[in-house]
Structure formats: structure tokens, C-alpha cells
């Protein structure tokens, strides 16, 4: 399955960056590369070898990158009905134990900039969408299910 094509301003942002440093980090190892080539034999040559396997992901990146961010849709707005849990929202939420969790849903490109964030494709972001304050989303884990209490929703800051 396809994943959500949708993202938040920010993190198109750390795309774009991410993008430039490594055209920037590429441009030095094709540089080291030329000069490990330089030194002869190349089957024997740490450097060169070293060289190329890392030049490959970083081309790799580059064309998921490049095949990726086209497609992507940037979400700027808050929803018109903001009491509702929907893509770029903060959740205050209460597990079964009682323990209070926040998380803020977002799009799946961007969920390792923080650990707070989970992404709109997850089974728990899918439970929330459309739920306001004090509704309950269950979500089946291993054959067991899991039950999160809303406790507050913002779109602009986490929740205290």
C-alpha cells in the first residue's frame, strides 16, 4: 500500500534541506573517490571501496527523494472544524493504565524528526481521525485491544 502523500509545511522544509546536504555531502565523496582512484589498484583500495558504497546510498536517497517530494501534498491550514482530531493534530491522549501520552499526527515522511510524532498511515492515527475530546479510539494489537481515552486537541502547540 501506497503511503498518505500529505506532509506539514516544517517537514517539507527538513526534506528540502536533508535534499541539499546531501548534494553538498555527494559533491565531497565523489571528490574523495576521484583521489582514492588516483592512488592504482582499486580492488585492494579500503578508500575506494568505502567511497562507493557510500556514494551509492547517497544516490539512493537522492532519487527516493527526488521520486518522492513531487507528490507530496503540504497541508498549511487547520481544518474548519478544529474541536476534531484530523492530519497535523496535536493529541493529548489517556492509555488504559493512565498514563498520559502526546502525539501529533503527521505524514509518514516525517515521523523520525520526533518521537511524539506517528504517522496518518498508523493504526492508532487511523482510530483517531475524526474523534473530538473525551471520545474513545480502539485500536486491535496483536489480537488484543487497546483503548486511548481523548483528552485535548490543538492544532497550534502541544497540549499541556
Keep these: 500500500m501506497k503511503s498518505s502523500p500529505y506532509i506539514t509545511k516544517a517537514g517539507m522544509k527538513r526534506l528540502n534541506d ?31 571501496i568505502y567511497r562507493k558504497k557510500e556514494l551509492r546510498g547517497l544516490d539512493r ?6 521520486k518522492r517530494m513531487p507528490d507530496l501534498r503540504v497541508i498549511e491550514e487547520k481544518p474548519d472544524d478544529d474541536f476534531k482530531i484530523f492530519f497535523a493534530a496535536w493529541v493529548a491522549l489517556e492509555t488504559e493504565q493512565g498514563e498520559e501520552v502526546c502525539y501529533r499526527i503527521v505524514g509518514p515522511d516525517e515521523i523520525d ?18 474523534k473530538q475530546v473525551d471520545d474513545e479510539a480502539t485500536i ?15 492544532y497550534e502547540a502541544k497540549p499541556d
Excluded at 536517497?61 to 527526488?66: A, G, K, N, S
Excluded at 524528526?113 to 475524526?130: F, R, T, V, Y
Aim: charged share 25%; proline share 3%.
Design 18 to 48: 536533508e535534499l541539499t546536504a546531501i548534494w553538498n555531502r555527494r559533491r565531497d565523496v565523489v571528490k574523495a573517490l576521484s583521489a582514492a582512484a588516483a592512488e592504482g589498484d582499486r580492488s585492494e583500495n579500503a578508500e575506494y
Design 140 to 154: 486491535r494489537l496483536q489480537g488484543v485491544n487497546k483503548t486511548h481515552y481523548i483528552l485535548a486537541i490543538s
Design 61 to 66: 536517497r537522492i532519487r527516493y527523494l527526488q
Design 113 to 130: 524528526h520526533a518521537p511524539e510524532n506517528i504517522s496518518l498511515d498508523s493504526p492508532l492515527a487511523k482510530a483517531l481521525l475524526g
